[in-house]
């Protein structure tokens, strides 16, 4: 994948200016919502809890769809983007043989996310796993890669493939792995009940060698059990 890397800082950091960062790049201004909004999002939130059965005219409630959107709001924070993700620094090896099936594995990451059918929390873990080209990325940049797209409106599904796809292209590795095991209150606060878990694996590059996916895949076991 085609990067421009520009001059290394002294401490060794590369800023990448790659073209290639559109879920970074897309969301760098921070989202704003006038004052006047505000008040009439608050009154439509009022309405439909009063509705629901809560009593807005208590201590406790007064100010509670006021909370409920700034919760949201907060909530759905990946939607401002991250541009803290936009370094990565020089990887320290060379590319022999044995780099290229050198693992760097990170997790459990933990994420809260709003799934976008019933704007209600699934949340779980996250593991990645990567095989480094020329570059690694700072080991607290994978837990903001998966903050990055946890923090919305989502699907599972999706949030695996954006957190694999962003890390090709922030940093071109050989391989990419994504392991998330997810709790969906959507499922277990109302229809089924089901109080089950969902895990969702991803892989790209070098992880199509199926050896490479059983190590991680052991990796991530022995760190659940931990
Ligand atoms: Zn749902």
Not at 19 to 29: D, K, N, Q, T, Y
Not at 52 to 77: N, S, V
Not at 175 to 193: F, I, K, N, P, Y
Request: aromatic share 8%; charged share 25%; glycine share 8%.
């Amino acid at each position: 994948m085609a990067k421009r890397a520009r001059a290394a800082e002294p401490d060794n950091v590369i800023e990448l200016a790659g073209a290639s960062l559109p879920a970074i790049r897309a969301h760098l201004a921070p989202r704003e919502i006038a004052d006047g909004d505000w008040d009439r999002f608050e009154g439509y939130v009022g309405e439909i809890f009063e509705a629901l059965g809560m009593d807005l005219d208590t201590p406790g409630t007064r100010d509670t769809p006021e909370r409920f959107l700034r919760a949201l709001f907060d909530a759905t924070a990946g939607f401002d983007g991250d541009d803290k993700l936009l370094t990565a620094f020089p990887a320290e090896h060379d590319a022999s043989p044995e780099s290229a099936t050198s693992q760097i594995i990170e997790g459990p990451i933990s994420f809260v996310c709003l799934c976008e059918h019933h704007a209600l929390p699934f949340y779980g873990t996250a593991h990645i796993g990567y095989i480094a080209g020329d570059q690694i990325i700072g080991i607290s940049k994978l837990t903001r890669l998966v903050r990055l797209f946890a923090r919305r409106f989502t699907v599972q599904e999706r949030l695996g493939e954006q957190i694999a796809d962003t890390l090709v292209d922030l940093i071109a590795p050989r391989g990419v792995a994504v392991h998330l095991e997810a709790s969906h209150l959507c499922t277990q606060m109302r229809g089924v009940e089901e109080h089950s878990r969902t895990v969702t694996t991803f892989w790209r590059g070098a992880f199509a060698e199926p050896d490479l996916r059983r190590e991680f895949l052991d990796e991530v076991r022995s760190h659940n059990r931990a």
